[in-house]
Structure formats: C-alpha cells, structure tokens
C-alpha cells in the first residue's frame, strides 16, 4: 500500500510538471511572436499631433472615433469654451432634468450625476466645393480629454433641446458647401457627483483637448481655459 501511494504522489507531480513545460512553451511562444512582429505592431501606432489653443486645423482624409471620413476641404478652430451648471444651463433654454431625460435617444437615461455642462464653440468651414451629402461631419467624434478622463459630446440629449444649435435641428451629421463658415457648440454633460466623477476646481484648472483623430495620426486640439460660471 505504502508503495502504491509513493507511485500516485509522483505521478502527480510528474503531471503538474508535465503542465506547466506546456504553459512555459506556450509563454515562450507569444514571446518569440512578438519580437517576430514588433515592427509590424510599431507601424500601425498612429503618430500624435498636438494644436496649440486658437489653432486653424485642416480635417484629413482619416479615421475618427466613430467613422472613417474623407474630409479633406474641411477645417475647424476652437472660439470658446464655457462651463456652467447643468440646472441653470437647462432654465435658459425652459427644460428640466425630467425634461432631459424624455428628450435622451438613451434607454432609461439619468442624468443625476451630471452637474456641469462643458460647452465649447467650434466653427467648422469648407474649402472645396462638393454635393450636400458628401463628406459629411459627425459631431460625435470629436472628444473632449484631459489628462486622466475623456467625455463623449452629448448629442443625444442636449444636442436635441429645441433652440440649441438651431440650424442643425438635433441633427449630429451635417455637410458644408463651400465658402461657409458654420457654428456649432458641443456640449459635454460632465459627471461631478459619482466616485469617480470630476471634480469642478479640477476641471478648470487642468489642461483640456479635442481628440480629432485617431489613425493614422492621433489629432489633439488644445482648447482655451474654460470661463466659470458666477452666480
């Protein structure tokens, strides 16, 4: 008996043994794999492009966050950003939170964590003349950053409040014929209330960006110091 039970504990350890040579292969395999491919894997690292504050920028033929586009004519600079309160953002225009939430595009939207709304005005123009439904610009690709949080334009909600952005109506895609220059403001709804909310002082007081593009080059646009809102 005593025999047996030495011969089923080298066993085991026979098998673990036999268990981690497979995983110590396969670690050695991924390895030698990427070093293969290193230089296939630096290639597709897209460059970035960082705009100082008040810079003109010609939108490329790229990759932008939720598209491919081929906007070449088309350029954009940054003319104001502001920050206010959410609540007293919604009473200029006679909405509520509930207000909102019936307006959102979103399943069972809340929108109870966001205090501030970021606002920056860009000013968008086309160079090339082109038919109406050509290279369209799709607001939602253009992505407010800092240094540790990026927010998504709110096009689904306050985008849709009558009055704001009047002449696009709640629409997000819109083209440009040439020799305009067209406004728009994007709106940012910014999350001040959840535990991994930001904080107002640290909003204004850190460096902020458009991401424009992604591939091949990553776009960024450095926006103004925000005004803050004075009761």
């Not at 070449?72 to 502001?82: A, K, W």
């Not at 082109?130 to 096009?155: C, F, K, M, Q």
Request: some cysteine; aromatic content about 12%; proline content about 5%.
């Amino acid at each position: 008996m005593k025999i047996k039970a030495d011969h089923k504990r080298r066993t085991g350890r026979g098998g673990r043994c036999c268990v981690m040579c497979f995983l110590l292969a396969i670690l050695c395999g991924v390895r030698i794999w990427m070093v293969n491919h290193s230089d296939t894997i630096e290639n597709y690292k897209a460059d970035t492009i960082v705009y100082e504050v008040g810079a003109d920028i010609d939108l490329p033929d790229a990759s932008y966050y939720w598209d491919v586009a081929e906007l070449d004519g088309y350029g954009m600079r940054v003319t104001g950003v502001e920050v206010l309160p959410t609540e007293v953002f919604l009473s200029q225009y006679g909405v509520t939170m509930e207000g909102l939430e019936a307006l959102s595009s979103e399943e069972n939207p809340s929108f109870d964590d966001y205090g501030l709304i970021y606002l920056v005005t860009v000013e968008f123009w086309n160079n090339q003349w082109r038919e109406p439904s050509d290279s369209n610009l799709l607001l939602d690709n253009y992505i407010l950053t800092g240094p540790d949080y990026y927010v998504l334009p709110a096009t689904g909600s306050i985008h849709r409040i009558a009055g704001f952005n009047p002449e696009l109506n709640g629409a997000s895609l819109f083209a440009i014929q040439s020799d305009r220059v067209f406004e728009v403001v994007l709106p940012y709804l910014i999350d001040t209330e959840s535990e991994t909310g930001i904080s107002p002082e640290y909003l204004v007081n850190t460096e902020a960006k458009l991401l424009i593009t992604v591939y091949p080059e990553e776009i960024y646009l450095k926006i103004p110091i925000p005004e803050v809102w004075c009761d």
